[in-house]
């Protein structure tokens, strides 16, 4: 049996002393190897309960060509998982603390994020929450706080990790990063915004939003968006010169400002 296998994926952290990814971990075919320890799925596990296909579901949120597929099967343990240390060293800060995940499953059950072996030695920490959709791409934000003040040089994936096993399912991954600095810690946990530098599509999801407005440093709004009340949106942010700038949400629950950064 396999434990051990190579994929084929872009893996261009850029970690650092800030933890801060520039490039997502984006699974896409023929460009870089990557060893993903594969572990924990039942006496049958198999090399084909993992690899890389074409994205099931093409959306705004995610138009990739090819994402992680694992197969949990029924027997697994309720750990099942993956690790590498593939990775350059983490170390994550006060301002930069979160890893974001894209997801598609076909059942909500909770996914972890686990940072093992730090530099000097110690006890690993990890985060867990819950999807909560199916069938179709969601952005889950993990914060990873737990890990400040240590460099961690392991990471472990558990997607489908319920208290105990009483069914397997089938899980899609894409783009593991850690946003930019000034993204979800400073819009409350009920916004998200991905990616975050952003260079032509952004993806701003808040519960019953009704419109958007981005304005300058200089306090000047340069975009506003207006609609019919939606708990996502996908903007277009490719005429705006790099730089910062804020983002302020409206919704039924209130409004919510945010700086992000355009490449």
Do not use: C
């Not at 598609?104 to 994020?113: A, D, G, Q």
């Not at 199916?134 to 489908?160: A, C, H, N, Q, Y």
């Not at 009340?229 to 730089?243: C, F, R, Y």
């Amino acid at each position: 049996m396999k434990s051990i296998f190579t994929l084929l994926a872009v893996f261009m952290f850029t970690l650092g002393v800030n933890a801060q990814l520039s490039t997502p971990f984006n699974f896409e075919v023929g460009l870089s190897d990557t060893i993903w320890n594969f572990f924990a799925n039942g006496p049958a596990q198999a090399p084909e309960d993992i690899d890389l296909v074409a994205n099931p579901n093409k959306m705004a949120i995610n138009m990739s060509d090819s994402v992680l597929y694992l197969n949990v099967r029924d027997n697994a343990d309720p750990w099942v998982g993956m690790w590498t240390d593939d990775v350059e060293p983490m170390e994550f800060t006060d301002a930069n603390h979160f890893l974001t995940m894209l997801v598609l499953k076909t059942k909500i059950s909770p996914v972890s994020f686990k940072l093992e072996i730090p530099v000097g030695g110690g006890a690993a920490v990890s985060t867990t929450q819950s999807n909560t959709l199916t069938d179709e791409w969601e952005l889950m934000t993990f914060d990873m706080s737990v890990g400040i003040g240590k460099t961690w040089t392991r990471l472990t994936v558990f997607p489908d990790f319920p208290e105990a096993r009483t069914e397997g399912g089938i899980v899609y991954m894409d783009n593991f990063v850690s946003p930019f600095p000034t993204s979800l810690k400073e819009i409350g946990s009920n916004v998200k915004v991905y990616p975050n530098p952003a260079q032509d599509l952004m993806f701003v999801q808040s519960p019953e939003m009704t419109s958007l407005a981005i304005s300058n440093l200089l306090g000047q709004t340069v975009k506003t968006f207006n609609f019919d009340q939606v708990n996502s949106k996908t903007i277009n942010v490719a005429e705006l010169q790099s730089g910062i700038y804020f983002i302020t949400v409206e919704s039924a629950t209130g409004s919510f400002t945010s700086k992000f950064m355009k490449k």
